[in-house]
C-alpha cells in the first residue's frame, strides 16, 4: 500500500508540472490607439506581470512587419524614444506598458487602426533560463485621445 501511495503521489505530481509550467506569463488590459489616415506608427499598451524573472524581449503582429520594444525617457531634459532589447519583469511584480513609458511600438502600418478594430499581437517572453514563451493579445483599439501620451509620441519616424 505505501508503494501504490506513493507511485499515486508521483504520478499526481508530474501531472500537476505540465499545468504549473504554463501561464509563466499573464498580460491585462492590452490596448492599442487608434491612427488617424496615413499614420505609419501606433503604440501597444498593457500590464504584464511574470510569476518567474523574466523579460519581454519582442512582438509581433499581422498588422506590420515592424514591431519593437520602445521606452519613452527624459534625456538632456528631452522627450525621447528608444527601442530598447527588452523590458524586465521581476517575479510577481505587475510592469505597466504605458504611454510615457515603455510600450510595443507597431511601426509602417499597412493600414489604419480604427477605434473598435482588434490588433492581434504575439509577445514574447524570456526566462532566466533562456526559454521562451510566446503569449497571444487581442488588443481592442481605443481613440486617439485615450490615456493622453506626449504628442509629438504618434509623429515619430522610424
Known amino acids: 500500500m505505501p508503494f ?3 507511485s499515486l503521489l508521483a504520478a499526481a505530481a508530474i ?9 509563466q506569463v499573464t498580460v491585462k488590459d492590452a490596448w492599442v490607439r487608434a491612427t488617424v489616415p496615413q499614420q505609419q506608427a501606433t503604440g501597444a499598451f498593457m500590464q504584464i506581470q511574470a510569476a ?3 523579460k519581454l524581449v519582442s512582438a509581433s503582429s499581422p498588422l506590420t512587419n515592424a514591431v519593437e520594444v520602445h521606452e519613452m525617457a527624459m534625456q538632456d531634459n528631452v522627450m525621447r524614444m528608444r527601442q530598447v532589447p527588452a ?3 521581476p517575479a510577481g511584480k505587475a510592469v505597466d506598458l504605458k504611454p510615457g ?4 511600438m507597431l511601426m509602417n502600418l499597412r493600414q489604419q487602426v480604427k477605434e473598435g478594430d482588434t490588433v492581434p499581437i504575439t509577445l514574447v517572453f524570456e526566462g532566466k533560463d ?7 493579445v487581442q ?8 490615456t493622453a ?3 509629438a509620441h504618434g509623429a515619430h519616424k522610424h
Do not use: C, M, T, W
Not at 501531472?15 to 501561464?23: E, G, R
Not at 533562456?130 to 497571444?136: C, P
Not at 488588443?139 to 485615450?146: C, E, I, K, S, Y
Open 101 to 104: 513609458g515603455y510600450h510595443v
Open 149 to 151: 501620451a506626449p504628442a
Open 87 to 89: 523590458v524586465e519583469l
Open 139 to 146: 488588443a481592442p483599439v481605443r481613440p486617439l485621445n485615450a
Open 4 to 6: 501504490i501511495h506513493r
Open 130 to 136: 533562456g526559454k521562451r514563451e510566446s503569449v497571444q
Open 52 to 54: 518567474k524573472d523574466s
Open 15 to 23: 501531472a500537476a508540472l505540465p499545468f504549473a509550467a504554463q501561464a
